[in-house]
Structure formats: C-alpha cells, structure tokens
C-alpha cells in the first residue's frame, strides 16, 4: 500500500513538472513571436516594402496562437490526469491529522506508607514484571510479624490446655460418678443391714443363738467389705497422689486437689467403718455367746448402724450431685476449648495480613516497560498511594478521531498509512481495529446536553484504535512513544 502511495505522488509530481514546462514554453514561444513581430530597422523597411509588393500580406498572429492553444491542451491533459487520481485516491481513503500515539501506562504506587530504603531502577530504564523497583524500610512491619507469630503461638498453647483439661474433667466426673454410685449401693447396703440386726436384738434372748450364727456369718462379709474399702482406698490415693503432681505444676485448681483429699479420707473412713464392722460383728458373736445381757447392747448398737448408714447414703447421694456437676464442668471446659480454636483462626489471619503488608514493602513492576516520570529518591516518606513512578508499556497504538462523516465505509481491519512527525521521511502501516462506541463528547466530564434548546449541529469526532503492523515498525519499537502526533489515511472499500 505504501508503494502505490509513493507511486501516485510520483506520478503527480511527474505532471506538475510537464505542466511547469509547457508553462515555461508557451511564455518562451510568446516571448519569440514578440521578438520576430518587432518594427524592422531602418535598412530593413525596404526591403520588407518591396516584398509587400511582390507578394500578398500573410497573417503574422496564427502560428503563437497555434502554439498557445497546443501547451493549453497539454495542460489540460495534466490538470486531468492529476485530477482524475487524486480523486481516485480520495476516493478510496480517508485521512485525519487528528491522532496521536497512545499505550498502557501503569502507574506505580505504594500499598502502605513507609520510609524509602532505596530505588533500583533509573529514568527510562527497562524493567520486567515482578523487577524489585523500590523497597521501604521494613522493620515495623518485620516487628508486626513477629508480635502476630507470637500471638499465634499463645492461642495455640491455650487451646492445648483447654483440650487437656477436657479430657481430665471427663475421666475425673466419669470416675466420681462410678464412686458415688458405689457409695450409695454400700450406704443402701449398710442400711439394710442395720435393720435386720435392729429386727434381731429386738428378737431377745431367745435369738442369741441365732444371732451367734448370724454374727458368723457376719463376719466373712464384714472382711469382704474392708476388702472393697482397701481397694476404694488406694484408688483415693493413687487420685490424690496425681492429683497433688498436677496442682504442683499448675495444670489443675485448688479446688480440685481438695476434692480428691476429701474423696481419699472418705476412703479412710469407709476403711475404718469396714474395720469397724469386722469387729463389730465379732463382737455380736461375743455378745450373743454371753448371752441375753448383751442384747440389749447389740440393739443399741444396731440403732446407731441404721442412723451411720444412713448419713453415709446422704453423704453418696451428695457425691453423686457433685460428680454430675463435673459433667457440667466438662461442658464448660469443651466451649473454652472451642474459643481457643477460634482464637488461633483469628491470630492465624492476623499473621497472614502481617505477613502480606511485609511483601508490600517491595514495589515491584506490574508488566514489562520503561520507566518514565521517576519523582522519588531515598529517603522519601511516602503514603499508601502515591504515585512513585510510570511503567510505560511495549504495546502502542494509534488513537485517530475521524469525523463522524468519514466512517461510512470505515471496518475493522481495513489497511491503514501512520506518518508521524517524528520520522516524517518513514511510513509505517496498521490496521483499523476497533472503533469507538461513543463520540468523545459523550465522554467528556460535561457532555453537551442538546434538550436544553440551544442545539447547534456540529461535526463529531469519533475515536478509531489503530494498531500498528509490527514488522513496519521494526527498529522503531522503543523510539515510539505515546503523545506522539500522527497523520493516517485509511484505504476504505
């Protein structure tokens, strides 16, 4: 397209030079008639009178108007043949010295205020996406990261704890349960059998020696009871002895630590009353043996049983509200072990967002370009925001605003001529592609309202993005830059 172009001109200049010439010839002919058509000398009128004479008189103007009449034709011709393609030319393009060059410029600031460490780049020096072009100080937002890691690690001890002391409570209400449970089957127990010996010293003399038997059989469960009083006692120990170990290192309360003494001289005492009845039925074998005068003192005795177990069953049935409370308890600890985890997922993102207002302290390029209206130096104190510097893009077009009568046959993609004044001895070419869904005043800050009454039709300009064909700016590409002005003519079908 740039050949038929220069071609076209070529032929022009061409035709202005032959009209020129002939110009040029028709004023030396003129000149010449004049010459030739002068008043002879004097020694010449003679002779010009004697052929006046001899022969007729010829016209002296027909050959100069001949010769006007050839070079007007001549020029004619070329008037109409430059006329002819020019209007071809006209014809099938459409012009506009309205156009610049335009690119992506990306503005590069700063995420969080800070101090400038230092710049690593230059005017107009190249850069690639992610290149390092200024790093602020980061020690505060280092300090950040540091305080938030630790918060992290303290909610994460926390929620350690929380959950040991759940599984302590659980195994700690589940075995008082068991205990208390167990106490109240012994109270009932003992119960029972104060009664029946109340029933047997009320029976008299008579039942003595019933009673010397029953005071036999007495006593094998008497031993099996110290027996179960010795186990209950050294599992009380053994809770106590661990017990004491964990309030020595601070993972149990105090309260907890005297809940399992308590539990422990419970035990010493079941212990005692287990010893205590092994000899209390031995005794009742020797009183049944002395006979009827003890009788009365084996009632006595079995009167202050029924009363002891008694005590000892509400003394169970308060164990066993206790150790359900302990269920409670458990809840308790489970929903501060469930705040504790919520606590980590909170100081997990507050390390998080540390960590990312870290890495903003290194600014980095946003895509490949050259830098261009640099205004910081080290030093600087800069807000989130501020402009720092322009990463001027590769990537350069043409924006071209027609107007809006000369895009009748205008298409994507049609062939385009781009002079700019920069390189005005080299033509590049482009293509059409796109063209813009708005004149630009309707994107102005102010677009004119024409319902006002005060219309007056004016010529619009319409925007078209012309893209340049790569291989004709070959060696151009970083000497192109945007602002340029620019001349196009787009060949329209």
Do not use: C
Request: net charge neutral; aromatic share 4%; no cysteine.
């Amino acid at each position: 397209m740039s050949a038929d172009n220069n071609g076209r001109k070529h032929q022009t200049a061409i035709l202005e030079k032959e009209l020129i010439t002939d110009t040029d010839t028709l004023e030396a002919a003129t000149t010449e008639t004049s010459a030739k058509i002068e008043v002879p000398e004097a020694d010449v009128v003679p002779q010009l009178e004697k052929d006046k004479e001899i022969a007729p008189q010829t016209p002296k103007k027909k050959k100069p108007i001949a010769l006007i009449m050839s070079v007007l034709g001549v020029g004619a011709i070329a008037a109409g043949g430059f006329g002819y393609h020019y209007w071809q030319y006209a014809s099938t393009h459409q012009e506009t010295d309205n156009a610049t060059v335009t690119g992506n410029i990306h503005q590069v600031s700063s995420r969080i205020p800070g101090t400038v460490a230092r710049v690593l780049v230059n005017d107009n020096q190249l850069v690639q996406p992610g290149q390092v072009l200024v790093e602020l100080d980061p020690r505060d937002y280092q300090s950040k990261v540091q305080q938030a890691s630790a918060a992290l690690e303290n909610a994460r001890g926390q929620a350690q704890a929380a959950q040991a002391n759940i599984a302590l409570s659980s195994e700690t209400t589940t075995a008082k349960t068991n205990q208390a449970q167990g106490d109240v089957s012994g109270a009932l127990a003992a119960i029972s059998t104060a009664q029946a010996a109340v029933k047997e010293a009320q029976a008299g003399i008579p039942a003595a020696q019933a009673e010397v038997k029953l005071a036999q059989a007495g006593i094998p469960a008497a031993q099996a009871q110290v027996a179960q009083t010795n186990a209950n006692l050294e599992k009380a120990q053994a809770d106590y002895n661990r017990y004491t170990q964990l309030y020595q290192q601070g993972a149990i309360a105090r309260q907890q630590l005297e809940t399992a003494k308590a539990a422990y001289d419970v035990a010493v005492a079941q212990k005692n009353a287990a010893t205590q009845g092994v000899q209390q039925a031995q005794a009742r074998l020797a009183s049944a043996n002395v006979g009827v005068a003890k009788a009365q003192s084996v009632l006595a005795q079995a009167q202050e049983g029924v009363a002891s177990a008694q005590a000892k069953l509400a003394a169970s049935k308060g164990g066993l509200q206790q150790a359900t409370a302990g269920g409670q308890d458990t809840t308790v600890k489970r929903s501060q072990y469930e705040a504790a985890k919520a606590a980590i997922a909170q100081a997990e993102a507050s390390l998080k967002d540390a960590q990312l207002q870290l890495s903003y302290t290194q600014i980095t390029a946003p895509s490949t370009g050259r830098v261009g209206n640099k205004n910081v130096e080290v030093g600087n104190r800069i807000q989130a925001g501020t402009p720092l510097m322009a990463i001027v893009n590769d990537q350069k077009w043409i924006v071209a605003n027609f107007k809006e009568t000369q895009l009748e046959n205008m298409k994507p993609g049609e062939p385009v001529e781009i002079k700019l004044d920069a390189f005005p001895h080299h033509t590049f070419n482009g293509r059409v592609d796109s063209i813009s869904p708005a004149s630009g005043a309707e994107f102005a800050l102010l677009p004119p309202d024409n319902a006002t009454g005060n219309f007056t039709k004016i010529v619009q300009r319409i925007p078209v993005k012309i893209v340049f064909d790569q291989n004709s700016i070959q060696g151009y590409e970083s000497r192109i830059t945007p602002g340029m002005s620019a001349e196009v003519a787009v060949e329209v079908k």
